[in-house]
């Protein structure tokens, strides 16, 4: 069994037009919102053995501010390809993985995020499916697990959905207000 966390950046900022795309950090509100997911992850046990996340400035700050747990206990793979990557180039990058990896995070952009997270659901939590259809916020959260014991053995429509979490599902639990 593996488990997939799909985690898309937290909320960045556009005040300032002289930075490029990729070297964008993130606002204040993301800068709130990274902690309480982060949180969110430790308390349901969901701390990943690898990590695998885009240069852009916004993913390596919202993983930063995911919390100590992810940067003591996790392997990070800082890839540039992950930057605005597709669905093709998020599933190339994971069936890359090493197999003692058994949760693996995958941190990045829209719309690839989500057009991958909708690709790999194969059962599970229709309800989530469609929150997730209608909108993958910025430091949303999929969960996926897959029957293999090889990440090589992914496939899109295999995966089984096991939960979509918003930080704004989350404001019991010290979320930013929206």
Known sequence: MKTLLLLRHAKSSWTDPSRSDHDRELNRRGEQAAPVMGRYLHDQGLVPDLIWCSTAARAVQTLTLLGRDFASTSDVIYNEDL??????VLLDSLVQTHDEARCVMMIGH???????????????????????????????????????DHWADVRPETGRLIRFVKVKD?????????
Do not use: H
Not at 124 to 148: I, N, S, W
Not at 170 to 178: D, F, N, V, W, Y
């Open 83 to 88: 930057y605005m990557a597709s669905e093709k």
């Open 110 to 148: 829209n719309p690839g995020m989500e057009d991958f997270a909708a690709q790999l659901f194969g059962d599970g939590d229709g309800e989530a499916l469609l929150q997730m259809k209608r909108k993958f916020p910025t430091c949303g959260l999929c969960q996926y697990e897959f029957d293999v």
């Open 170 to 178: 989350l404001q019991g639990i010290g979320a930013p207000p929206t």
